[in-house]
């Protein structure tokens, strides 16, 4: 490959409101002129950010340019729900276990755990925006609960440990009588995403990484030996380029037709007055995944992370164009709004203050694409779902090979089959919203 034109641009409705809640952040000024680096990194997420950390780590010496498209933790790092999870956690099986090795993915979920609590530490970054605090799936069916049953199973014959909550349990600690049980697990890491990233962007500029921001790739063009990475404003010349853009991987003309593109909706309370508090009532933080895979995802979080709120999130939409619109938006929010007040009748009647949409991908056989696509070319994407824990090892691992370095990292992921193909259009994107549907549909309880 000599050059490539990158097709479209990353564009997700509603705000980030994980970074919103925190104020407004500093601003890294867009590429500008030409300019010349060893590593080009594009992406500026949990992928991209640990694979500048790696980078650093094993040559301090080498420069490394990151560009972002637009500001740093407006995109998936400020969108998604924060669990950094290390157990088995797949998304298309009944109760997440997975299909595959599950000691060998725990460990490397760890690693990545490990790896971003290291920068916690050297970074400064705010510990309230990283707390080991565990998750609960929670079941609000006897067919979730069952669900929780064959989980837990499937843990202890894994030697992970993990403790059932009875309904009373899980009342005193969200509040809401909605649940019959719930299943604790204590390894994840509950973030707040955009903190987490923001610290991450900040610690490695001050290590001497470079960090572009509005700099969206247009054209990505061989000459000789280098890379010549183009933006609307200006060009950089590099021997390695490391994509780090999750499912816009289609974008730059890779694995097309192999990749679903998914979409993911979410929506955040203003902040709880202590009238509300006391209405409400349980711990103050707290994060639960359904135990059915297609229900709704909550989080309770306090002013360490950026105020007394609670976080909704339901729905899905397959987009193969990588887009959707505020209509999407404002669908899921009608029925985020029927969960949240199922959930919390105490606060029925509130209004949220944020709601958006957040994208993620997927592939039919649940692999990455961490490889090597051409000589000097990288790429680190593809997490199915699991953008805070699989980002940060395929930004990891992607560094690496781009060193020539082989680890647990590097050896997991180059064995993983390619991603198979998708059905053809129109069947593709009409078919599987058929799907997304009834899986909501019989997960309305979770």
């Given at each position: ?54 980078l ?28 950094m999870?290390d ?11 997975g ?6 993915m ?8 490990a ?9 400064g ?21 069952a ?8 843990l202890?014959?894994l ?14 600690l969200?509040?809401?009588?909605h ?13 707040q995403p ?21 700099s ?24 390695c380029v ?30 709880l ?21 297609m229900g ?38 009608r029925?985020m709004?029927?969960?949240f ?9 509130m209004?949220?203050?944020?709601a ?19 000589d000097?070319?990288?790429s ?14 395929t ?6 090979l ?33 799907v997304?549907?009834y ?8």
């Amino acid at each position: 490959m000599n050059s490539l034109r990158v097709q479209d641009l990353p564009a997700l409705p509603g705000p980030a409101a994980w970074n919103a809640i925190l104020g407004p952040a500093p601003a890294y000024a867009p590429l500008t002129g030409t300019h010349r680096a060893d590593v080009v990194i594009v992406g500026a997420g949990f992928a991209g950010l640990s694979a500048a950390r790696r980078l650093r780590q094993i040559d301090p010496r080498a420069s490394v340019v990151v560009l972002e498209a637009g500001r740093v933790a407006e995109g998936s790092a400020g969108r998604n729900s924060g669990f950094m999870i290390d157990l088995p956690h797949d998304l298309t099986s009944e109760d997440y276990a997975g299909a595959g090795d599950d000691r060998a993915m725990i460990a490397l979920n760890r690693r990545a755990i490990a790896f971003a609590a290291e920068a916690v530490q050297d970074y400064g970054i705010d510990q309230g925006f990283f707390d080991p605090a565990g998750k609960i799936n929670g079941a609000a069916s006897d067919t979730a609960h069952a669900h929780n049953e064959s989980y837990a199973a499937h843990l202890a014959s894994l030697g992970e440990p993990c403790e059932m909550l009875d309904a009373r349990a899980m009342h005193d600690l969200t509040g809401s009588a909605h649940y019959k049980s719930g299943l604790y697990t204590p390894g994840t890491v509950m973030l707040q995403p955009a903190g987490y990233i923001r610290g991450l962007a900040a610690g490695l500029v001050r290590e001497g990484v470079t960090l572009h921001e509005n700099s969206a790739v247009t054209a990505l063009r061989r000459d000789g030996s280098d890379w010549t990475v183009s933006t609307a404003t200006g060009q950089i010349s590099a021997g390695c380029v490391i994509l780090t853009v999750n499912g816009h991987l289609e974008s730059f003309g890779f694995e097309r037709g192999r990749l679903m593109q998914l979409f993911l909706y979410a929506v955040m309370t203003p902040e709880l007055d202590a009238d509300m508090l006391a209405r409400l009532g349980g711990a103050n933080r707290w994060g639960i995944t359904p135990a059915d895979p297609m229900g709704t995802t909550l989080r309770r979080i306090d002013s360490a992370q950026g105020g007394n709120r609670i976080i909704t999130r339901t729905c899905a939409t397959l987009a193969p164009g990588r887009k959707v619109g505020p209509g999407h938006v404002a669908r899921a929010a009608r029925v985020m709004q029927q969960k949240f007040e199922a959930r919390f009748p105490q606060l029925k009647g509130m209004r949220m203050q944020y709601a958006w949409a957040g994208h993620l991908c997927l592939t039919l056989n649940g692999v990455a694409v961490m490889r090597k696509l051409d000589d000097g070319l990288y790429s680190g994407c593809v997490q199915n779902g699991l953008g805070t824990a699989r980002g940060t090892l395929t930004g990891i691992g992607a560094a690496e090979l781009a060193c020539g370095i082989t680890s647990e990292i590097t050896r997991h992921f180059s064995a993983e089959a390619p991603p198979r193909r998708l059905p053809p259009q129109p069947l593709q994107q009409i078919g599987a919203n058929a799907v997304l549907r009834y899986k909501e549909w019989r997960a309305r309880e979770e």
